[in-house]
């Protein structure tokens, strides 16, 4: 058994792979790098404390990873032109660009609200409406898409491995049950690519007439424009599995001919609430901003992680309460060792229990196995406080170090990561962007910067910048 232990731990980490249905090895395409897309939100709304699952979950493995030696770029997208924006802008009477614009506003503000940090770039749809009708060009040519009245279509019938991903069979899929059956599509599985204009919605040009992109080939348009044809993680929630990530994942693989689209799909699962899962259509949704009311970020984010990511948690607010006192437990002891090192000093090194600990993060970023562990880790320490040395207690508060620079579940102490590597890495991106001619997307990451409280300065062909 230890020769066994001793492997694995020299494997790095393994996840669960949706594409393979099996516990993977994480090797990436390309080194020590991994290109990582997460499905970001459709900003209409505030997001519930059930889409922060999702984002917390990422971001925490992203942290993991960096921790691991990782050169980790952390790509979301953003869906800013939608039906559900649409009638958000309706009911409003406001312009649809203006609705999206402060939805994502308030989407970013939640984010930092909740310590998610991770992502290097979020990127809006309507940024690469070029890129989208390029790839829809493709499809059409190749023979997977085909215009009708009402805009572009992909046809399903065209990619044998259709539902292969998320284990759905083609023949099962019957007209009217998970598609609305329309005769304007060759096949009623067929997925829109672009809709044509209608009256009061925004709109762009394209070969085949003014209209919009659909939902899927947002996605792909953006990544193969950062990544190329392949990547090495795709996440998400598991509702999106069928029919979106199916749907991108079909056609990249028709314009690539590859065998996948990302080698790894890793999806998180719901939070349920009552009898069905939390949703804005169902209605059953309790806002993040609401919740940080009444919780700080710790509290929720030790809620969302002290649990398997591929498990539903059931929520309700007792829960969360439950949740806050044992978290506090971590936090009691880290300021009681915080101060101690502050008043003595501590040797700050982990030792083989730690290590333990730690390691279990690798198998599946098992983190329920590692919360019962550092709580049972945890309660010895408060026990045998007035026994230990200075070299336990350090190993102490390095390991509750370590769980907070990935899981950022403590208050009382700024984040001590040299954040110029990852500055380095959007000044590079930044000035590739300008060199393709993508402004837009050139802007859109120093505003990033300058909002992070970074001045960008462009001088006789030099990038310099400095922090505000």
Not at 216 to 235: L, R
């Given at each position: 058994?230890?020769?066994?232990?001793?492997?694995?731990?020299?494997?790095?980490?393994?996840?669960?792979?949706?594409?393979?249905?099996?516990?993977?090895?994480?090797?990436?395409?390309?080194?020590?790098?991994?290109?990582?897309?997460?499905?970001?939100?459709?900003?209409?709304?505030?997001?519930?404390?059930?889409?922060?699952?999702?984002?917390?979950?990422?971001?925490?493995?992203?942290?993991?990873?960096?921790?691991?030696?990782?050169?980790?770029?952390?790509?979301?997208?953003?869906?800013?032109?939608?039906?559900?924006?649409?009638?958000?802008?309706?009911?409003?009477?406001?312009?649809?660009?203006?609705?999206?614009?402060?939805?994502?506003?308030?989407?970013?503000?939640?984010?930092?609200?909740?310590?998610?940090?991770?992502?290097?770039?979020?990127?809006?749809?309507?940024?690469?409406?070029?890129?989208?009708?390029?790839?829809?060009?493709?499809?059409?040519?190749?023979?997977?898409?085909?215009?009708?009245?009402?805009?572009?279509?992909?046809?399903?019938?065209?990619?044998?491995?259709?539902?292969?991903?998320?284990?759905?069979?083609?023949?099962?899929?019957?007209?009217?049950?998970?598609?609305?059956?329309?005769?304007?599509?060759?096949?009623?599985?067929?997925?829109?690519?672009?809709?044509?204009?209608?009256?009061?919605?925004?709109?762009?040009?394209?070969?085949?007439?003014?209209?919009?992109?659909?939902?899927?080939?947002?996605?792909?348009?953006?990544?193969?424009?950062?990544?190329?044809?392949?990547?090495?993680?795709?996440?998400?929630?598991?509702?999106?599995?069928?029919?979106?990530?199916?749907?991108?994942?079909?056609?990249?693989?028709?314009?690539?001919?590859m065998d996948y689209l990302a080698k790894y799909?890793?999806?998180?699962?719901?939070?349920?609430?009552?009898?069905?899962?939390?949703?804005?259509?169902?209605?059953?949704?309790?806002?993040?901003?609401?919740?940080?009311?009444?919780?700080s970020a710790e509290d929720i984010r030790f809620?969302?992680?002290?649990?398997?990511?591929?498990?539903?948690?059931?929520?309700?607010?007792?829960?969360?309460?439950?949740?806050?006192?044992?978290?506090?437990?971590?936090?009691?002891?880290?300021?009681?060792?915080?101060?101690?090192?502050?008043?003595?000093?501590?040797?700050?090194?982990?030792?083989?229990?730690?290590?333990?600990?730690?390691?279990?993060?690798?198998?599946?970023?098992?983190?329920?196995?590692?919360?019962?562990?550092?709580?049972?880790?945890?309660?010895?320490?408060?026990?045998?406080?007035?026994?230990?040395?200075?070299?336990?207690?350090?190993?102490?508060?390095?390991?509750?170090?370590?769980?907070?620079?990935?899981f950022c579940i403590l208050k009382g102490r700024?984040?001590?990561?040299?954040?110029?590597?990852?500055?380095?890495?959007?000044?590079?991106?930044?000035?590739?962007?300008?060199?393709?001619?993508?402004?837009?997307?050139?802007?859109?990451?120093?505003?990033?910067?300058?909002?992070?409280?970074?001045?960008?300065?462009?001088?006789?062909?030099?990038?310099?910048?400095?922090?505000?």
């Amino acid at each position: 058994m230890e020769s066994d232990s001793k492997n694995k731990g020299e494997q790095g980490i393994r996840l669960y792979n949706t594409q393979s249905r099996k516990i993977d090895q994480i090797i990436p395409e390309h080194g020590k790098k991994i290109r990582i897309f997460v499905c970001g939100p459709t900003v209409y709304d505030y997001i519930h404390i059930g889409n922060a699952r999702t984002f917390v979950f990422f971001d925490s493995l992203v942290r993991y990873l960096r921790s691991s030696g990782y050169l980790v770029f952390y790509l979301q997208n953003i869906t800013d032109v939608d039906d559900k924006i649409i009638n958000k802008a309706r009911e409003e009477k406001k312009d649809v660009m203006d609705v999206s614009s402060f939805y994502l506003s308030e989407f970013i503000r939640d984010m930092n609200s909740l310590r998610v940090e991770s992502v290097n770039l979020y990127a809006r749809t309507s940024l690469f409406i070029g890129e989208i009708i390029e790839q829809i060009e493709r499809l059409i040519k190749s023979g997977h898409a085909y215009v009708s009245d009402d805009g572009v279509y992909f046809s399903v019938s065209s990619f044998p491995d259709y539902g292969k991903l998320s284990g759905q069979k083609i023949d099962n899929l019957i007209a009217g049950a998970r598609v609305t059956a329309d005769r304007r599509k060759k096949n009623p599985e067929d997925f829109v690519l672009w809709k044509f204009r209608k009256t009061g919605e925004p709109f762009w040009w394209s070969p085949w007439g003014e209209g919009r992109p659909g939902w899927h080939i947002e996605d792909t348009a953006i990544t193969e424009f950062f990544f190329g044809k392949s990547y090495d993680v795709h996440g998400g929630g598991i509702d999106l599995l069928f029919p979106h990530h199916e749907s991108e994942n079909a056609q990249m693989r028709s314009i690539s001919g590859m065998d996948y689209l990302a080698k790894y799909w890793i999806h998180v699962g719901m939070l349920s609430m009552g009898e069905g899962k939390m949703s804005k259509s169902v209605g059953n949704i309790i806002k993040v901003r609401d919740i940080l009311s009444e919780f700080s970020a710790e509290d929720i984010r030790f809620f969302l992680l002290n649990s398997g990511y591929r498990n539903t948690i059931e929520f309700s607010m007792k829960a969360l309460r439950e949740s806050s006192v044992t978290r506090k437990r971590i936090q009691n002891l880290y300021d009681i060792l915080t101060r101690e090192h502050e008043n003595s000093g501590l040797i700050l090194e982990g030792n083989e229990e730690t290590e333990r600990i730690w390691k279990e993060l690798e198998d599946d970023f098992d983190t329920r196995s590692f919360f019962r562990d550092l709580l049972a880790y945890v309660s010895r320490i408060f026990k045998d406080m007035e026994n230990l040395g200075k070299d336990e207690l350090g190993a102490a508060l390095y390991m509750l170090t370590l769980t907070d620079s990935v899981f950022c579940i403590l208050k009382g102490r700024e984040a001590s990561s040299d954040i110029s590597d990852f500055i380095n890495s959007m000044i590079e991106l930044r000035n590739q962007m300008r060199k393709v001619g993508k402004f837009d997307v050139s802007d859109m990451i120093r505003k990033a910067l300058e909002d992070a409280g970074v001045v960008v300065e462009d001088s006789k062909g030099e990038t310099k910048w400095r922090m505000s």
